[in-house]
């Protein structure tokens, strides 16, 4: 089965999205996810200038070739970008293999371990009680974890917090510059135990707590905020602190028990290798589109499972329902998944465009049995919302020093 053609397409039904069709001289087409959030056309021109031309005429089934040709063969190894390309192909190839073989994806990597993805939503408020109340939502509907965030008083804007701004943050295409926000470790302390001790005086102990840091604090800062979340029991902290220095996760693990997750901005097991090999972290985030697709993630989970860290794959809206149906392939199947984020599946013009076959039920998601990744990509309907340029915004310190140590 050869392939005969790499279409790439750009949309912004609310968010950018990457999309790639790996087309066949058999008739079947694969779909793949190559959205980089803010360097969306960076993965475009690469995709189409550097790796379709070196795809066409080789063979749909060899998946693993196909990757370690991309990775290995390219010299300039790693990297955001490239990672998000090799990922989308990978993606199509699979979805392409399951399509031939007429068996949904999870079968190929080795069947079902559960019944069905376990998965957490998104409780983000302007005060506590915006956020608590919220999060009572998500429990009346079944969910049996839920991600607390809340806006920091005395701060211009939080981080991941949409509140009543949802058009300023969550519409892409009103951000043609980076926006700039203000941080304080110390604002957001007074904050974040309070939201912990009303969520349990509020919930009680049944429920699964969770929460982002976004790593705005030092490895100290976290060993300290790890230590009072404890009472509280999280399922797990998130990106407490930046681990480019992955041995710096060692001060943080020596003051506390609270579970440590990382991995989303990951784009090999190199990124995670030194965390996960000294018990460092509980859950491994890494994503499709961001770690090289569905076949390094497979490697990634093995590896991870030798040493008792669970996947928790990262599920944010600028990540598209395409990479969100190949985490629930790669979740059926790990041994050692752990939990899957879940913030829903876009607004009715993003439905339009991705035609996914996703149930779920109290808190619980599944696939369908369609062949594949069990994903449709409707190409005209793509067209009707143009790509508009669009950044992540930057924290700064009160004094003006960038942020995001
Ligand atoms: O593009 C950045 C977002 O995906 C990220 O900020 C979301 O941290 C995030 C999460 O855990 O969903
Ligand atoms: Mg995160």
């Known amino acids: 089965m050869k392939i005969t053609q790499v279409k790439v397409f750009v949309c912004n039904p609310g968010r950018n999205f990457v999309t790639v069709k790996v087309m066949t001289d058999e008739g079947i087409y694969g779909i793949g996810d190559a959205t980089l959030n803010g360097r969306e056309m960076a993965v475009v021109a690469y995709l189409e200038e550097h790796v379709a031309p070196c795809l066409i005429g080789r063979d749909a089934h060899n998946i693993?070739?196909?990757?370690?040709?991309?990775?290995?063969?390219?010299?300039?190894r790693?990297?955001?970008?490239?990672?998000?390309?090799?990922?989308?192909?990978?993606?199509?190839?699979?979805?392409?293999?399951?399509?031939?073989?007429?068996?949904?994806?999870?079968?190929?990597?080795?069947?079902?371990?559960?019944?069905?993805?376990?998965?957490?939503?998104?409780?983000?408020?302007?005060?506590?009680?915006?956020?608590?109340?919220?999060?009572?939502?998500?429990?009346?509907?079944?969910?049996?974890?839920?991600?607390?965030?809340?806006?920091?008083?005395?701060?211009?804007?939080?981080?991941?917090?949409?509140?009543?701004?949802?058009d300023y943050f969550e519409l892409q295409g009103s951000r043609p510059l980076p926006p700039e926000e203000d941080w304080s470790t110390q604002k957001y302390f007074n904050m974040v135990v309070d939201l912990f001790k009303q969520a349990r005086e509020r919930f009680g102990n049944d429920v699964h707590l969770l929460h982002d840091v976004h790593s705005r604090l030092t490895p100290i800062e976290s060993a300290r905020l790890g230590k009072l979340l404890e009472p509280y029991n999280l399922l797990f902290l998130e990106d407490a602190s930046i681990a480019e220095n992955q041995d710096s996760y060692?001060?943080?693990?020596?003051?506390t028990t609270t579970p440590l997750a990382i991995g989303e901005t990951y784009n090999t097991i190199w990124d995670c290798k030194n965390l996960i090999q000294n018990q460092l972290i509980d859950y491994i985030r890494v994503a499709a589109t961001h770690a090289g697709g569905i076949t390094p993630l497979r490697r990634i989970a093995?590896?991870?499972?030798?040493?008792?860290?669970?996947?928790?794959?990262?599920?944010?809206?600028?990540?598209?329902?395409?990479?969100?149906?190949?985490?629930?392939?790669?979740?059926?199947?790990?041994?050692?998944?752990?939990?899957?984020?879940?913030?829903g599946f876009g607004n009715e013009h993003s439905k339009r465009i991705f035609k996914h076959t996703v149930e779920v039920k109290d808190g619980l998601a599944n696939v369908s049995e369609?062949?594949?990744?069990?994903?449709?990509?409707?190409?005209?309907?793509a067209k009707e919302y143009p790509y508009k340029r669009s950044y992540l915004p930057v924290s700064r310190l009160e004094d003006g020093t960038v942020w995001n140590w």
């Not at 990757?67 to 063969?73: A, S, T, V």
């Not at 996947?311 to 752990?338: E, K, Q």
Request: glycine share 10%.
């Open 302 to 343: 093995d590896f991870a499972s030798v040493y008792n860290v669970k996947t928790a794959p990262h599920g944010a809206p600028d990540l598209s329902p395409v990479c969100f149906a190949a985490h629930m392939h790669l979740n059926l199947w790990a041994p050692n998944f752990g939990i899957q984020e879940f913030v």
């Open 78 to 166: 790693k990297g955001a970008v490239n990672m998000a390309a090799i990922a989308a192909i990978d993606m199509a190839l699979w979805d392409i293999k399951g399509k031939a073989a007429n068996m949904p994806v999870y079968q190929l990597l080795g069947g079902r371990s559960r019944r069905g993805v376990t998965l957490y939503a998104h409780a983000s408020g302007e005060t506590i009680e915006d956020t608590l109340n919220k999060t009572a939502e998500h429990i009346a509907q079944g969910f049996k974890a839920v991600r607390l965030q809340c806006a920091v008083p005395g701060l211009n804007v939080t981080y991941g917090v949409l509140g009543d701004k949802a």
């Open 370 to 381: 369609a062949p594949g990744l069990g994903i449709e990509f409707d190409e005209e309907a």
């Open 64 to 76: 693993e070739d196909i990757w370690q040709y991309l990775y290995r063969g390219v010299y300039w």
């Open 250 to 255: 060692k001060v943080i693990r020596q003051h």
